[in-house]
C-alpha cells in the first residue's frame, strides 16, 4: 500500500518562529503536494512538485516556501508564522506514469496552531 | 475555482443506498469526473472516477449522464463509517497543472 506520512500529526508554534512541515512518501512517485484546510473554504493548494528541485506555486503560496531535495520527501516551510496559518496541512502525492488514472495518496494530515 | 456544485449536506439511513449529486455543466470533453471522501480527522481518500461511462468498484458507483453535466456517486449500502465529506472533482487535463481542485463538498451524515 502507497503510504503517505506526515512529521506531526498536532504542531503548536509561536507567531514568527520558522515551522518546517516534512511529508515522505514510499512509492516513488514522481509528484507532491501541499495543501491546507480551512472549514468553509476546503482544501487549497499551496505549492507543488513534480520532480526532485522542481517546484510551482499553487492558489495561495504566499507565507509559504517548499523544499525538494529528494524525491520521496517534500517540505512545507512557514519562515515566519502567523495566526492565519493556523490550519490543517495535507501532503499528498501521485503519478503521472498513467495519465488516465490519477489517484492522489493523502497523508493525515498535521493541525498547525499558531499562537 | 472549482467547476462542480453539490449540496452541502445530506443525510442517510444505514443500510440504504446514498445518492449523492453533482453538477459539472462546464466540464470539457476530455475531463474526468473524480470523487475523493474525507473522514473525520484523516487525508481524502479516492473513491473512483470516469469519463462518460458508468463505472462501479468495491467502494461505489459513478453515474454519469450522457450530457456529462452532472454525475451521481452512488454507496449502495451505506454503513456509519460512511459519514464523511465527499468531493466531486472535475481534473484539469491538458496545458494545466496535476493538481485537483477540491470544492467544499457534501458533508454525508449516515444515521443509525
Known amino acids: 500500500d502507497v503510504k503517505v506520512t506526515q512529521s506531526s500529526r498536532y504542531l503548536v508554534k509561536r507567531t514568527g518562529e520558522k515551522v518546517f512541515l516534512e511529508c515522505v512518501q514510499d512509492?516513488?512517485?514522481?509528484?507532491m503536494f501541499w495543501y491546507r484546510q480551512d472549514p468553509g473554504l476546503g482544501l487549497r493548494l499551496i505549492y507543488f512538485?513534480?520532480?526532485?528541485?522542481?517546484?510551482e506555486k499553487g492558489d495561495i503560496p504566499e507565507g509559504y516556501s517548499v523544499s525538494r531535495e529528494k524525491k520521496e520527501r517534500f517540505s512545507l516551510i512557514l519562515e515566519s508564522a502567523s495566526t492565519n496559518q493556523t490550519s490543517m496541512y495535507l501532503c499528498?502525492?501521485?503519478?503521472?506514469?498513467?495519465?488516465?488514472?490519477?489517484?492522489?495518496?493523502f497523508g493525515p494530515g498535521t493541525r498547525l496552531t499558531v499562537t | 475555482d472549482a467547476k462542480t456544485t453539490q449540496p452541502t449536506s445530506m443525510d442517510c439511513a444505514e443500510g440504504r443506498a446514498a445518492n449523492l449529486p453533482c453538477n459539472h455543466s462546464?466540464?470539457?470533453?476530455?475531463?474526468?469526473v473524480y470523487w475523493y471522501r474525507q473522514i473525520h480527522s484523516q487525508g481524502p481518500q479516492y473513491i473512483i472516477h470516469?469519463?462518460?461511462n458508468n463505472e462501479t468498484n468495491e467502494m461505489a458507483s459513478l453515474i454519469i449522464t450522457e450530457d456529462r453535466k452532472s454525475s451521481t456517486l452512488i454507496l449502495p449500502h451505506a454503513t456509519l463509517r460512511d459519514t464523511a465529506v465527499y468531493y466531486c472533482i472535475v481534473r484539469p487535463t491538458q496545458g494545466g497543472s496535476e493538481k485537483l481542485v477540491f470544492g467544499k463538498g457534501t458533508k454525508l451524515t449516515v444515521n443509525p
Open positions: 512538485s513534480y520532480d526532485v528541485k522542481m517546484k
Open positions: 462546464t466540464i470539457s470533453g476530455n475531463e474526468y
Open positions: 499528498a502525492s501521485t503519478s503521472p506514469r498513467d495519465r488516465s488514472f490519477y489517484e492522489q495518496y
Open positions: 470516469g469519463l462518460k
Open positions: 512509492m516513488d512517485h514522481e509528484n
